[in-house]
Every structure is written in C-alpha cells, then in structure tokens.
C-alpha cells in the first residue's frame, strides 16, 4: 500500500503517531454513530482482541485483511490459528491463484465477517482504508454482512484531507517496508476507500483504542 515516494515522512512527533485524547476519541466515536456505525472505546489491544471473541460466532467464515493491528493484538492469530472459526484467509492460501482466482475473489469480497483495520478515522465521522490489491475493499464497503474495524488512537485525525496526507506521508512509507521484508516487493496505493457513512445500521463496528497500535 504505497503511492509515489512521499517528499516528506512523518516523525514520531507528529499528530500521526500521537494517541487521540479521550475528548477526540469520544468526539470520534460521536460522529460515527451519527452515521450508522457501532463504536465502543476500548482501553487495548487485549480489550479489542476479547471484544472480538464475544462479537463473532463460532464457526462463521472470517477474512482478516493484511493488519498490522489484527498482527500486534493477537487478534490474526485467534482468527486464522484457533480453529474457533473459518479462516477465509487460511482457506484461499490453499487454492490455486491461476484456475481459481475468481473464487477467491468472491471468497474475500464476502466472507461472514471481515475483520481489519484503517489508516485514518476523522472527528467528522469518516474511514479511510488504502489498498494496493484492493482485496479488503469489497467486504469492507459492504459485501461483508459484518465489519469489524479495530483502530489505534493514533490514527484519528481531524477531516478527509488529513486523513489522505496521513496514508501519503506516514503509513505508505511504513506499508512499503513491511511488504519489502515480507514478499520481497514494493507495494502500492492503488486503491482508496472512503466510509463516510454506513447504511446498514448495525453491520459496522469500529473498536476504538485508547493507545496507539499498528501504523
């Protein structure tokens, strides 16, 4: 998930590794209800990685997308390794990309439950997820009956335009070490989703955290 090389790269000082204040996040988690999404605060990870436990049922088929948050919480491990649920992940990596690519597109795009994470919330109410394949994207935008998002205080940020500097500047440059050290490739923006608001109310909820986890 990267663009084109950022001229500037945000330090730790930034507002974009800083945690939210409890006013920002209940700010946050105002706006987003307003829209039809079902937020809680959550002190952790270990809280949202419970949290999620209790909000999917045993055995339903779930796709968690490339995280560094699902990673760092445990929540990756106790979808894909526990045998509590169909790993929709587990499953594709089983299959052949050059017959079967169309099912597992269709596989990913609308799983029981998506579980992920973002790369920016706003106070006004909106989630901004990046991609380079675009495979989270159509779960996430509304194929998936469920969405989970779990999100680190330190991604709220105060409207879309900063929301957009924060995926440029600071988690493109992250996203593209990561995919370096893991597949050996760059990665790439090629793909930007915007929830501004939710119309099937009940279908998503954002898990907020009172600390920073994840990029």
Do not use: H
């Not at 509590?84 to 990913?108: C, F």
């Not at 330190?154 to 957009?164: F, H, N, S, W």
């Not at 279908?203 to 994840?214: D, H, K, N, S």
């Amino acid at each position: 998930m990267t663009a084109s090389t950022p001229t500037t790269r945000a330090t730790p000082d930034t507002p974009f590794t800083t945690p939210a204040t409890d006013e920002r996040l209940e700010r946050v988690a105002a706006a987003l209800k307003e829209k039809n999404f079902d937020v809680e605060i959550l002190d952790d990870a270990a809280a949202a990685r419970a949290r999620v436990k209790e909000l999917i049922p045993e055995g339903s088929a779930v796709f968690t997308v490339a995280s560094e948050t699902l990673r760092l919480s445990g929540i990756y491990e106790d979808i894909n390794d526990s045998g509590r649920y169909e790993s929709v992940r587990a499953r594709s990596q089983t299959m052949d990309r050059a017959t079967q690519m169309a099912e597992i597109w269709r596989m990913l795009a609308c799983p029981d439950v998506v579980v992920g994470s973002v790369s920016a919330v706003t106070e006004t109410g909106s989630l901004v997820a990046a991609s380079a394949s675009g495979s989270q994207l159509p779960a996430f935008a509304g194929a998936a009956p469920r969405a989970i998002w779990v999100v680190g205080a330190q991604k709220v940020v105060p409207d879309l335009d900063t929301a957009l500097r924060r995926v440029d500047e600071y988690c493109v440059p992250l996203e593209d070490e990561r995919a370096m050290k893991v597949y050996g490739v760059p990665s790439a923006l090629n793909r930007l989703l915007v929830l501004n608001a939710e119309p099937q109310p009940g279908r998503g909820t954002v898990l907020l955290l009172r600390e920073a986890i994840g990029f």
